[in-house]
């Protein structure tokens, strides 16, 4: 079994990102990370049950998590992914882009960039690692899967559906909420083979900001 990693900021961003990738690969061992809200009574529950939806293992820490969304250190989300990940060799991880998914979450951008220094510094190691490849146009329209990406797929209607459903019925979103209307029947991924490229990539991003 492909042993995958998938390390987000939110409950809910493992199946608006990646949820029919999860599902349609039922035979992979997933350990799910989500860095935010472990607290929150309402989301942590909904996120477990959407585990068991997905099949998948995972835990949950806390980073603040504030609708400011004031920067925090790189230290602490490094600590914190290495904290909840239960090893740390993986033949897959998945994560946020670096440069997030749409204008803008700290924390998505964040994780994105703590995975990839971790991984450049040894500290995990994977085969492959992708990040989920969406963009908002700058705010022109809602998130949507960049068909440039490296990894870009059709979702079945019957594969979808169980994802809405997990973020309609399973996270309690109403069907006009955001979160409902980007739930996407695509889905895309940029995908580097070693640290190296993943490193350079995120350099590109950072002097390009």
């Known amino acids: 079994m492909k042993s995958v990693a998938m390390i987000v900021a939110h409950p809910d961003d493992e199946t608006l990102w990646a949820g029919g990738t999860i599902l349609i690969n039922p035979h992979w061992n997933y350990f799910i990370v ?54 740390k060799d993986y033949d897959l991880v ?14 998505h951008e964040e994780t ?27 705010k022109n329209y809602i998130p949507r899967p960049i068909k440039k990406a490296n990894i870009y797929r059709s979702l079945t209607k019957p594969l979808w559906q169980k994802k809405y459903d997990i973020i309609h019925k399973t ?14 029947k695509n889905e895309a991924f940029w995908q580097f083979n070693n ?9 590109k991003l950072e002097n390009k900001s």
Request: charged share 30%.
């Open 195 to 203: 640290a190296a490229l993943a490193t350079s990539w995120l350099k």
């Open 112 to 138: 994105g960039q703590a995975v990839i220094r971790l991984w450049q510094a040894k500290k995990i190691s994977t085969k492959k690692l992708w990040t989920f490849a969406y963009d908002d146009g700058n």
């Open 94 to 107: 998945i994560t946020h882009d670096p440069a997030g998914e749409y204008t803008r979450h700290l924390r």
């Open 34 to 87: 989500c860095l935010c809200r472990a607290n929150d009574e309402d989301r942590s529950h909904r996120f477990y049950e959407a585990l068991k939806i997905l099949r998948a293992k995972g835990t949950m820490g806390d980073l603040n998590d504030d609708p400011e969304q004031l920067p925090i250190g790189n230290g602490i989300v490094e600590n914190l992914i290495l904290q909840l990940l239960p090893k």
């Open 171 to 184: 996270y309690g979103f109403r069907e006009d909420s955001w979160e409902a209307r980007v739930t996407s």
